[in-house]
């Protein structure tokens, strides 16, 4: 089984609907993140978490909010979708310690807002 | 200016060719360098690190890096056609929790 895994993995709404996209993890690590992944811009931290009760905004927050409902679990959610948060969007987690904080990637999201 | 460019390619190339993926940057403050690579429809996956300068060397894959310079890159030896993916570098600083800075991405097609 996959260590970090979304639902769902595809998802089309309509403008003004909230979405709700999920993340598990089952590697054990204390941080998670979200990015979104878009043609010519990369990807960019929407937000990240180090535990449960710290939850920090990222690059580009504004339109999403996240909850942490458990250490291995992440979820963000598009309170009303704009058809400009179409993208591919990237659960992460890493753990403390090694020489840097290297990411591990969930499959990915593909959200359309029509 | 991005503090990361990337040229997005496509490049393509025949099965067995040297590759060479490449990236600059603006900020010398970065200490740590990646580089994941991404298959279709899959999220990026790590394939290499490198702290400061110098070269680090995996199998057919080798990371170097130029501080003063401010260019990274990756060598990709007898190029396979399961090497075809977007491979994105990556960038962060030093000491605690730094975000990771990424590039846009360059994709990379290995012909038969």
């Known amino acids: 089984d996959a260590d970090v895994t979304q639902t769902p993995r595809n998802r089309i709404t309509k403008t003004g609907k909230r979405i709700m996209l999920e993340c598990s993890q089952t590697k054990g690590h204390d941080r998670m993140y979200w990015y979104r992944q878009d043609p010519g811009l990369g990807l960019r931290l929407i937000y990240y978490s180090f535990d449960v009760k710290d939850i920090n905004k990222g690059e580009i927050s504004d339109g999403y909010s996240v909850s942490r409902q458990a250490q291995a679990k992440f979820s963000l959610s598009l309170e009303s979708a704009i058809p400009n948060q179409t993208a591919l969007y990237f659960c992460?987690?890493?753990?403390?310690?090694?020489?840097?904080?290297?990411?591990?990637f969930g499959p990915g999201t593909r959200l359309t807002v029509l | 200016q991005k503090e990361v460019e990337q040229d997005p390619g496509p490049l393509s190339v025949p099965e067995g060719a040297i590759v060479s993926l490449n990236c600059t940057y603006s900020n010398s403050a970065f200490q740590y360098f990646m580089w994941y690579r991404q298959y279709s429809r899959k999220g990026p996956e790590l394939l290499m690190y490198?702290?400061?300068?110098g070269n680090k060397e995996d199998g057919r894959f080798t990371a170097q890096v130029d501080k003063s310079s401010k260019y990274i890159s990756l060598f990709i030896r007898d190029s396979q056609p399961s090497d075809s993916a977007t491979y994105l570098c990556?960038?962060?600083?030093?000491?605690?929790?730094?975000?990771?800075?990424f590039g846009t991405g360059t994709k990379l097609q290995v012909i038969p």
């Open positions: 990556a960038m962060s600083y030093s000491g605690g929790y730094q975000k990771v800075t």
């Open positions: 992460a987690t890493s753990h403390v310690g090694g020489l840097t904080d290297t990411q591990y």
């Open positions: 490198t702290y400061s300068s």
